[in-house]
């Protein structure tokens, strides 16, 4: 045990999740990060990280991070960052159901089966932080994206439930929603278009021959990208401010999208980020 507070960060094999980990670290944390790969947990255990092995798509490993943090920390924790998440692209008429049914189990599912793991030590001690890592794709849908669009849709809806069921108790509760970030994102959403999707065999074979070529990083990059420390930013914010926002956007592509969401007619607005995509 420790007089460090104490924080769950999921997805921390690269990208935001290993950043945030390894800032939250420096900042004076005892940190949790977790990983699906025990591969992976070496690179976190050597900068002083205590690092697991936990799958969101299956329970047991889930109740196996919490029983063994909670055992580090004497059945407290002051935050959760839900982070880990995948994105698979996609037409929605291409998509086979054993891929929307993974995509939300990964996303979503997962994220609120350790969500309600934590809560109840948190009500117990009067306080506590959770903050979902969700995507700007959760406001603004985009073309040839509809499972993570509907993870992320899904998971803005249960979280902003949660926070005003949760109001009174000392949780806070808070999405971050970033725009493009520089990680390993879209070389996981190539597996897994390749995977789950008959790429020539569709309608859209030409479209995905785009998709590919992006994803593969043959387009130009994305405008405003920024790296995972913006996200930091955010997460910092969240976990100190006294009165947390329920929403930080990050990107300013994030954050133009969101602007024009609320500002252009509805039918407008559709057919205009149609054409992005």
Sequence with gaps: MTDRPSIIVTGCSSGIGAWCARALLKDGWQVFATVRKAEDLT???NDGIEAFVMDYTKPETIAKLVDDVFART???LDALFNNGAYGQAGAVEDLPVEALRLQMETNVIGWHDLTRRVIPAMRTQGHGRIVQCSSILGIVPYKW???YNASKFALEGLTLTMRMELEGSGIEVSLIEPG????RFTANALINIERFIDLKGSVHAVEYE?????LKGDSAPARGKLEPD???TALKRALT???PKPHYIVTQPAKHGALLKKLLPAGLFYRFIGRLG
Excluded: F, H
Excluded at 180 to 183: A, C, F, K, M, V
């Design 74 to 76: 004497g059945g407290r």
């Design 210 to 214: 785009k998709q590919l070529r992006r």
């Design 230 to 232: 913006a996200v930091y």
């Design 241 to 243: 401010a006294k009165k």
């Design 145 to 147: 994206r509809g499972a």
């Design 180 to 183: 493009p970030i520089t990680s």
């Design 43 to 45: 690179a976190l255990e």
